[in-house]
């Protein structure tokens, strides 16, 4: 009887599962949440609809929208997100910065972080290095004039030994665009000058010490804008009296046009008020004579023709025309002129090192007033002859 009910049982089981469907295909499922295409990295696509600026004027991205930002493509006539670095809260009143934080800062971890509790009372701080360059110069040039005393009737020749050395800081630009970039210098400069006639040689050996600070604006096509104040003092070299200071702030102007590869014009001019003390009646080349304060207006040409395709050797020639009017103590209403010429042919073969040979030609002139205060210097001529070299080194 067990075999039998057994042998009953069995059978009926198989028999259910007969009457049982099989499962369909994975392929033939389907859902009524229509297709799921993959969604593309939204930063790198185009914004598509109002941006979230649009929606709402105060809006605050979350997420990974927070580091992006909506701009316009000009280009495509569209609008595209871009990434930017956090935006600075400059209206927190004075609070303490990140200067001791260890760690992560806030808005490292997230770049819209929204500061709650006691670090709401920092504020976050950028520490910007500006990339500053650093360049020496060192010069000898002795040469010869015809007339070193600067006078009209007596010339008495000599030769000079001038020798300086310079220095220049200056930063990358503070401001830069399509327009304009605005850079700022300060340049130092040490001249002594030592005659070699045994006359007059205590009187006119000279110690020049000069120190600007400038700030230099570049214009499309080449043209330069400076605004810059200069303090300059000189002393005996012999006694080591000081016989002139001043303080001169200026205004220059200077445009370079090029004619070819191997041919350039500059074309500068320059103004600068001289606010001097007064110490003795002085006068030196290149340097604003006498004690009366001076209103100086310079303008040159500067022409500069490579005589090979490296610049090795290069042929310069410039011409100046400087008025000077005084406006101080004995000295007002002074009027001078000074034209000068001069040419050189420089010898450029290493990045550091040049060698030039010049010469100068200058004339002299005043008018009734400073002819009576000058007397025999109130008209000269002179010609100078010589050899300039300069060190350069830039860091």
């Known amino acids: 009887?067990?075999?039998?009910?057994?042998?009953?049982?069995?059978?009926?089981?198989?028999?259910?599962?007969?009457n049982l469907s099989k499962p369909e295909p994975y392929s033939k499922f389907h859902s009524n949440l229509g297709s799921q295409?993959?969604?593309?990295?939204?930063?790198?696509?185009?914004?598509?609809?109002?941006?979230?600026?649009?929606?709402?004027?105060?809006?605050?991205?979350?997420?990974?929208?927070?580091?992006?930002?909506v701009r316009v493509n000009s280009k495509q006539n569209s609008k595209e997100l871009v990434k930017v670095p956090p935006r600075i809260n400059s209206n927190f009143p004075g609070g303490k910065r990140?200067?001791?934080?260890?760690?992560?800062?806030?808005?490292?971890?997230?770049?819209?972080?929204?500061?709650?509790?006691s670090i709401d009372d920092f504020r976050y701080e950028y520490m910007e290095r500006l990339d500053m360059s650093l360049a020496f110069q060192a010069n000898t040039r002795p040469y010869w004039t015809n007339n070193a005393l600067r006078?009209?009737?007596t010339e008495i020749d000599s030769w000079i030994w001038e020798?300086?050395?310079?220095?220049?800081?200056?930063?990358?630009?503070?401001?830069?665009?399509?327009?304009?970039?605005?850079?700022?210098s300060l340049d130092l400069n040490i001249q002594f000058a030592q005659y070699q006639e045994k006359l007059f040689k205590d009187l006119l050996s000279y110690r020049y010490i000069s120190a600007r600070m400038g700030i230099r604006m570049e214009f499309p096509k080449d043209f330069y804008l400076g605004f810059s104040t200069d303090y300059g003092v000189l002393h005996s070299l012999q006694q080591g009296d000081r016989m002139f200071d001043a303080v001169s702030p200026s205004l220059s102007f200077s445009k370079f046009i090029s004619f070819n590869e191997q041919t350039l014009l500059l074309v500068s001019s320059s103004l600068k008020y001289a606010f001097t003390e007064r110490v003795i009646n002085f006068q030196a080349e290149g340097i604003f004579p006498d004690d009366g304060d001076n209103l100086q207006f310079n303008n040159g040409l500067t022409l500069i023709r490579f005589l090979?395709?490296?610049?090795?050797?290069?042929?310069?020639?410039?011409?100046?025309?400087?008025?000077?009017r005084y406006l101080k103590n004995d000295q007002d209403r002074r009027l001078d002129f000074t034209g000068n010429l001069s040419t050189g042919l420089g010898w450029y073969p290493l990045?550091?090192?040049?060698?030039?040979?010049?010469?100068?030609?200058?004339?002299?002139?005043?008018?009734?007033?400073?002819?009576?205060?000058?007397?025999?210097?109130?008209?000269?001529?002179?010609?100078?002859?010589?050899?300039?070299?300069?060190?350069?080194?830039?860091?």
Do not use: C, H
């Open 151 to 153: 006078l009209e009737n």
């Open 308 to 324: 090979d395709p490296d610049g090795v050797f290069r042929f310069t020639a410039s011409f100046a025309l400087i008025f000077s």
């Open 98 to 117: 990140y200067r001791n934080w260890i760690g992560i800062m806030p808005r490292q971890i997230q770049s819209a972080v929204v500061n709650l509790g």
């Open 37 to 69: 295409n993959l969604v593309q990295d939204v930063r790198k696509d185009l914004w598509v609809g109002p941006a979230p600026g649009e929606l709402a004027t105060n809006i605050m991205p979350l997420g990974s929208m927070s580091s992006l930002s």
């Open 163 to 184: 020798n300086s050395l310079s220095g220049s800081l200056s930063s990358e630009p503070l401001f830069q665009n399509e327009s304009f970039s605005l850079t700022p």
């Open 351 to 395: 990045d550091w090192l040049s060698a030039e040979v010049f010469s100068s030609y200058s004339v002299f002139s005043t008018n009734s007033k400073g002819e009576s205060l000058l007397g025999d210097s109130a008209k000269y001529k002179s010609f100078d002859l010589g050899l300039n070299l300069s060190l350069y080194k830039t860091f």
């Open 1 to 18: 009887m067990l075999i039998l009910a057994s042998m009953l049982l069995i059978g009926s089981v198989g028999q259910i599962d007969a």
